[in-house]
């Protein structure tokens, strides 16, 4: 995990030398024809989905669902997606469920678009249009140089289709960023998380993929129950959950979304909660200068993804293979 961590700042700069590719797939997708936009994508991917969901409507103004492939595999209800964009996000491209909704959104006339690491597989074969992460094996159960590779990937097809000078420049950025990303510890975390009952990690807007990611991984490699949610919804129903045995990591974007960031940071540490910022003037973990608004919550799961995989070490688990848990998930 350590070593694949290290690698994504590789991927992405491979990534962003590829930009014909996707400038190419951009101007035949004929964005303007298309009612919505659907992501396809379950776990980690499906987190990547949520990432580009925000970045899709912020930058295209194109309203996006996110799709159950259990409608197609289980249901065998064929969705009505002609002219729509249809993206599906996997890292083997084997999933059955993923390849019958590509497969059924393709028949429907969507237009379809696999990321995807394993460019030769089920998905990308019933994909119209393949954009290759190209990340290399991954040995690791938990999945990261390709999720930030997926992440990049999919920012650099929104920048084509939006024709957005700016996120081109901040995805040009963006390797070089990872590494420096990778040097912060967040080792200051390790202790809250040691003697913690659940974890909750939050984020607004383009930050709320990344901190469904981080809540999986803590999940999946310190064996703790976390979830990710908005941190509107803290204002909400999950607050009443917060207590000095559920640590709370929350991120902090530098865009419309930080004023209340900040205002909800203020007001539960004067409540003692263990909180852990990242960004913004009153962080408390390290962090770097802000950048581009979409490409910082790529950014963040470097520093994220290392402490969770020295947390794991430091507590005598194995970061690389989890209990019950297998590489490939093949759901139907």
Known sequence: MAIEISESADVVARIVQNRPASREIAQRVEIGSAPLCVVCGRGSSGHV?????????????????????????????????????????????????????TRSARTAGARTIAIVNAASSPVADEAEFVIPIEAGREHSVAATKTVIGSMAAGAGLIAELAEDRILRSALERLPERLRRALALHWGGITDDLTKASAVFVAARGLGLGSAREIALKLSEVLRLPSIGLSAAELQHGPRGALSSRTPLLMMRIMDETAPMVDALAKELRQQKIALHLCGGPHGSLPWLAEDDPATDPITMLMPAYRMIEQAALSCGFDPDRPPRLSKITETF
């Open 49 to 101: 989905g949520v990432f580009l969901k925000y970045l899709i409507e912020t930058r295209l103004r194109l309203p996006v669902s996110t799709s159950a492939p259990s409608v197609i595999t289980a249901f065998r209800t064929p969705l009505m997606l002609r002219h729509a964009l249809f993206i599906v996000i996997s890292q083997s491209g084997r999933s059955p469920d993923l390849v019958a909704a």
